[in-house]
C-alpha cells in the first residue's frame, strides 16, 4: 500500500453548544481518490476546514500530518503554499473577471512590480488544457456555465502546484454530463499524481470514482474502507453513515383519496420583461388535494419559472392564461397575495433566496408569517419561541436550541428549517425546488417522511426534482417539461426513467 501523505490524527473541534469533531482520525494514501461521506452535520466540511487552515491551529485539538510533516496551519495561504487547495460547493470566482485572471488571482505571475499578462495567459491556457476545458482564457466567468466554472476552480488549483486536492460536493450543482466529465476529470488527476479527497452524498458516485471511504457520523470516524478489497455497497455505506439499515429509500406512504383540484393552470404562458423571450408556452397543469405532483425535465426547461409565476410572479415575467386556487380564478400580485391564497414556494437555493443565515432558527420560521405572532404591531417573543420549537419538535431540526443560527446548521437541518418557515404560513400547496439537492440519505428520508405526513393531512406537494429516482419514488403524478412545455403527463404507475427522459429531450 501507498504510504499516507495526509494524517489526521484526534481531531477534536468544538462550537458552542455543539462538538462538531470528536477525535477524528483520518488517513490518506498518496495518490488516490478517498471519499468522505456522512450525514449533514457528521463533521465532513468541518474536518477538511480544519485541515486547510480556515479554522487556525490552535482552534483545535489534534495533530496533522502532511508528507510526514507536522502542521500547523494558521490560514488558507499556509495550506496552499504546502500543496493543498480546497474547493467549496460555493464556489470562489470573481464573476466579472475574465478565467485567467481568476486562475491566477492571489498569485499573480509578475515581471518585476507588473503583472506578466502575457505570461499569465500563457499559463492560463496550459492549466485549461490540464483540465481539458475548451474555452477563451479572455472569456468573462459569469458568462460560463456552472460545469465550465468548477473546472476553472481545479485550474486555478492546479496552478499552485497542488499535491492534495479537496472538493466539498463538486458535483451538487452539475447537470449529469457535467458530473460526468468531473469525475473523468478527477480519475485523471489522480494517474498523473494528484492526490484527492471528496466529499459527496451521491453514494452512486463514490462508489464510481472512490478508492478508499471513509464514514462520519455524529462528529465520529466510524470506519474507513478500501472499495475494492472490502466490497463496498451502497448499502453498507448507508448502514454506516445513519447506524441503521434503510431498506427503503423513499418511505411508503398510506392510502389515502385524493380530493378536489387545489391548483389549476389553463393555458399558461410567460413571457420575460426585457428579452420577450417565452420561457413558459401553454401549460395546463393540475394539483389535487392530498396528492404529490412530480414536476421533471432538464435544467433550464422552465421548471423553477413555472413555480415562480404560481407564487406571484416575483420575477415580473409577463403572464397570460388562466390560474385557480380551490375552483377560483386569482391574479397573484406579488408573493404576498400568493401566501394568503394558500401557496408556498421552498426555493431549490435555500442559503441564497430560502434564509437569512445570519439571523437564528426562530426568525427564520416566523420570517413569512409574522403577523400571526404580532401583537399591537410587535412581535411576542414568547409565542415566537414556541412556535420555533414546535417546528424543531415536529421536523426533528437538530439545533442545540431555536436561539442558534442558521449559518451555523448542517444543510439538511437549514432545509428543515426552510420548510418549517413555510408550513408555518398554513398553505394548501406546498410548491418544492429540489427538497433534498445537497443533503445526505439520512436527512433525505426525514424529507420525504414529511412530505408523505403532511399529503396524508390534506395538504398538496408540487415538487421540482433533477432526480429522477426521487420522482418516481416520491410522486403520485408526474408532468414532465420541455421548452417550456408540458411534454407529457403520466401516473406514476406508467412512469419510467426512460419515458420521462425520452419526453424531455424530445
Request: charged share 25%; net charge negative; hydrophobic share 40%.
Given at each position: 500500500?501507498?504510504?499516507p501523505?495526509?494524517?489526521?490524527?484526534?481531531?477534536?473541534?468544538e462550537?458552542?453548544?455543539?462538538?462538531?469533531?470528536?477525535?477524528?482520525?483520518?488517513k490518506?494514501a498518496?495518490?488516490e481518490i478517498?471519499?468522505?461521506?456522512?450525514?449533514?452535520?457528521?463533521?465532513?466540511?468541518?474536518?477538511?476546514?480544519v485541515?486547510?487552515?480556515?479554522?487556525?491551529?490552535?482552534s483545535?485539538?489534534g495533530?496533522?500530518?502532511?508528507?510526514?510533516?507536522?502542521?500547523?496551519?494558521?490560514?488558507?495561504?499556509?495550506?496552499?503554499?504546502?500543496?493543498?487547495?480546497?474547493?467549496?460547493?460555493?464556489?470562489?470566482?470573481?464573476?466579472?473577471?475574465?478565467?485567467?485572471e481568476?486562475?491566477?488571482i492571489?498569485?499573480e505571475?509578475?515581471?518585476?512590480?507588473?503583472?506578466?499578462w502575457?505570461?499569465t495567459?500563457?499559463r492560463?491556457?496550459?492549466?485549461?488544457?490540464?483540465?481539458?476545458?475548451?474555452?477563451?482564457?479572455?472569456a468573462t466567468v459569469?458568462?460560463l456555465?456552472?460545469?465550465?466554472?468548477?473546472?476553472?476552480?481545479?485550474a486555478?488549483?492546479?496552478?499552485?502546484?497542488?499535491?492534495?486536492?479537496?472538493?466539498?460536493?463538486?458535483?451538487?450543482?452539475?447537470?449529469?454530463?457535467?458530473?460526468?466529465?468531473?469525475l473523468?476529470?478527477l480519475?485523471d488527476l489522480?494517474?498523473?499524481?494528484?492526490?484527492?479527497?471528496?466529499?459527496?452524498?451521491?453514494?452512486?458516485?463514490?462508489?464510481?470514482?472512490?478508492?478508499?471511504?471513509?464514514?462520519?457520523?455524529?462528529?465520529?470516524?466510524?470506519?474507513?474502507?478500501?472499495?475494492?478489497a472490502?466490497?463496498?455497497?451502497?448499502?453498507?455505506?448507508i448502514?454506516?453513515?445513519?447506524?441503521r439499515?434503510i431498506?427503503?429509500?423513499?418511505?411508503p406512504?398510506?392510502?389515502h383519496?385524493?380530493?378536489?383540484?387545489?391548483?389549476?393552470?389553463?393555458?399558461?404562458?410567460?413571457v420575460t420583461?426585457?428579452?420577450?423571450?417565452?420561457?413558459?408556452?401553454?401549460?395546463?397543469l393540475?394539483?389535487?388535494?392530498g396528492?404529490?405532483?412530480?414536476?421533471?425535465?432538464?435544467?433550464?426547461?422552465?421548471?423553477?419559472?413555472?413555480?415562480?409565476?404560481?407564487?406571484?410572479n416575483?420575477?415580473?415575467f409577463?403572464?397570460?392564461?388562466?390560474?385557480?386556487?380551490?375552483?377560483?380564478?386569482?391574479?397573484?400580485?406579488?408573493?404576498?397575495?400568493?401566501i394568503?391564497?394558500?401557496?408556498?414556494?421552498?426555493?431549490?437555493?435555500?442559503?441564497?433566496?430560502?434564509?437569512?443565515?445570519?439571523?437564528?432558527?426562530?426568525?427564520?420560521?416566523?420570517?413569512?408569517?409574522l403577523?400571526?405572532?404580532?401583537?399591537?404591531?410587535?412581535?411576542?417573543?414568547?409565542?415566537?419561541?414556541?412556535v420555533?420549537n414546535?417546528?424543531?419538535?415536529?421536523?426533528?431540526?437538530?439545533?442545540?436550541?431555536?436561539?442558534?443560527?442558521?449559518?451555523?446548521?448542517?444543510?439538511?437541518n437549514?432545509?428543515?428549517v426552510?420548510?418549517?418557515k413555510?408550513?408555518?404560513?398554513?398553505?394548501?400547496?406546498?410548491?418544492?425546488?429540489?427538497?433534498?439537492?445537497?443533503?445526505?440519505?439520512?436527512?433525505?428520508?426525514?424529507i420525504?417522511?414529511?412530505?408523505?405526513?403532511?399529503?396524508?393531512q390534506?395538504?398538496?406537494?408540487?415538487?421540482?426534482?433533477?432526480?429522477?429516482?426521487?420522482v418516481?419514488?416520491?410522486?403520485?403524478?408526474?408532468?414532465?417539461?420541455?421548452?417550456?412545455?408540458i411534454?407529457?403527463e403520466?401516473?406514476?404507475?406508467?412512469a419510467?426513467?426512460?419515458k420521462?427522459?425520452?419526453?424531455?429531450?424530445n
Open positions: 500500500m501507498k504510504p501523505i495526509l494524517e489526521m490524527r484526534t481531531i477534536t473541534k462550537f458552542p453548544g455543539v462538538k462538531a469533531l470528536n477525535n477524528v482520525s483520518f490518506v498518496e495518490g478517498h471519499c468522505l461521506v456522512g450525514e449533514n452535520g457528521a463533521g465532513k466540511s468541518t474536518l477538511m476546514k485541515l486547510s487552515g480556515v479554522y487556525p491551529h490552535g483545535y485539538s495533530e496533522i500530518l502532511f508528507a510526514g510533516t507536522p502542521q500547523r496551519f494558521m490560514g488558507i495561504a499556509d495550506s496552499e503554499r504546502a500543496g493543498i487547495a480546497i474547493i467549496y460547493q460555493e464556489l470562489a470566482l470573481v464573476p466579472d473577471l475574465t478565467v485567467y481568476n486562475i491566477f492571489g498569485h505571475i509578475r515581471k518585476g512590480f507588473l503583472v506578466d502575457n505570461e495567459i500563457r492560463a491556457n496550459e492549466m485549461l488544457a490540464k483540465v481539458k476545458l475548451n474555452v477563451n482564457p479572455a459569469r458568462d456555465g456552472v460545469g465550465k466554472q468548477q473546472l476553472v476552480e481545479i486555478k488549483a492546479l496552478s499552485k502546484d497542488v499535491k492534495l486536492l479537496i472538493l466539498d460536493e463538486p458535483t451538487a450543482a452539475l447537470n449529469e454530463d457535467d458530473s460526468e466529465n468531473l473523468a476529470l480519475r489522480r494517474d498523473h499524481g494528484v492526490t484527492c479527497i471528496m466529499i459527496s452524498h451521491k453514494l452512486k458516485e463514490v462508489m464510481a470514482i472512490a478508492d478508499t471511504i471513509t464514514v462520519l457520523r455524529d462528529g465520529q470516524t466510524i470506519c474507513t474502507l478500501d472499495v475494492k472490502d466490497g463496498v455497497t451502497e448499502g453498507m455505506l448502514k454506516h453513515m445513519v447506524g439499515e431498506d427503503n429509500v423513499y418511505p406512504r398510506e392510502e383519496v385524493l380530493g378536489e383540484p387545489v391548483l389549476e393552470l389553463r393555458g399558461w404562458s410567460a420583461p426585457g428579452s420577450g423571450r417565452h420561457i413558459l408556452r401553454d401549460i395546463n393540475t394539483v389535487r388535494r396528492e404529490i405532483v412530480g414536476l421533471a425535465g432538464l435544467m433550464g426547461s422552465g421548471r423553477t419559472e413555472l413555480a415562480l409565476s404560481v407564487f406571484g416575483p420575477d415580473g409577463r403572464l397570460t392564461g388562466e390560474l385557480y386556487v380551490k375552483g377560483t380564478r386569482c391574479d397573484l400580485h406579488g408573493p404576498e397575495a400568493a394568503r391564497s394558500g401557496i408556498a414556494y421552498v426555493t431549490e437555493d435555500r442559503k441564497g433566496d430560502g434564509l437569512i443565515l445570519i439571523q437564528d432558527v426562530k426568525q427564520n420560521i416566523s420570517l413569512a408569517n403577523r400571526a405572532l404580532a401583537e399591537g404591531g410587535v412581535v411576542n417573543a414568547n409565542r415566537e419561541i414556541k420555533a414546535d417546528y424543531r419538535t415536529s421536523l426533528n431540526i437538530k439545533t442545540p436550541s431555536v436561539e442558534q443560527r442558521v449559518g451555523n446548521l448542517s444543510g439538511g437549514q432545509q428543515k426552510s420548510l418549517g413555510w408550513l408555518f404560513v398554513n398553505p394548501s400547496l406546498l410548491i418544492l425546488d429540489e427538497p433534498t439537492r445537497g443533503i445526505d440519505v439520512g436527512a433525505k428520508y426525514e420525504y417522511t414529511i412530505m408523505n405526513r403532511l399529503v396524508q390534506g395538504m398538496s406537494i408540487l415538487m421540482i426534482s433533477s432526480e429522477l429516482p426521487e418516481l419514488g416520491m410522486s403520485d403524478r408526474v408532468y414532465v417539461v420541455a421548452s417550456g412545455r411534454a407529457g403520466m401516473p406514476i404507475a406508467e419510467t426513467q426512460e420521462i427522459m425520452h419526453l424531455a429531450t
